[in-house]
């Protein structure tokens, strides 16, 4: 079991940056693929950009450039750089934690963090 929590999120002029981060509890990371993804309100959850554990990293098309996801074993955290934020980038960011071992299929989400974009 992962317990994930976000936090970073908050209220940011547009063409301003926020971190966001995840901590996760109760198993280490390392073996997990992680990932960022949004939900804006009426709209369906999307993937923003995941990273493997051996540290590839894939963006959706409309954050590329700006974005960037990182990952800490050390910390068990995982980090969403946004910069350059626009008000489209406003929703619920969710940190996401998956692995397959055999049949099985690992997948755990936080509770989620706000981000609002406006000036």
């Known amino acids: 079991q992962v317990q994930l929590v976000e936090s970073g999120g908050g209220l940011v002029q547009p063409g301003g940056s926020l971190r966001l981060s995840c901590a996760a509890a109760?198993?280490?990371?390392?073996?997990?693929?992680m990932g960022w993804y949004r939900q804006a309100p009426g709209k369906q959850r999307e993937l923003v950009a995941t990273i493997t554990s051996g540290g590839s990293t894939n963006y959706a098309d409309s954050v590329k450039g700006r974005f960037t996801i990182s990952r800490d074993n050390g910390k068990n955290t995982v980090y969403l750089q946004m910069n350059s934020l626009e008000p489209e980038d406003t929703a619920v960011y969710y940190c996401?934690?998956?692995?397959?071992?055999?049949?099985?299929?690992?997948?755990?989400w936080g509770q989620g963090t706000q981000v609002t974009v406006s000036s």
């Open positions: 996401n934690a998956g692995r397959v071992v055999g049949r099985t299929t690992y997948n755990y």
């Open positions: 109760g198993s280490i990371i390392s073996t997990y693929a």
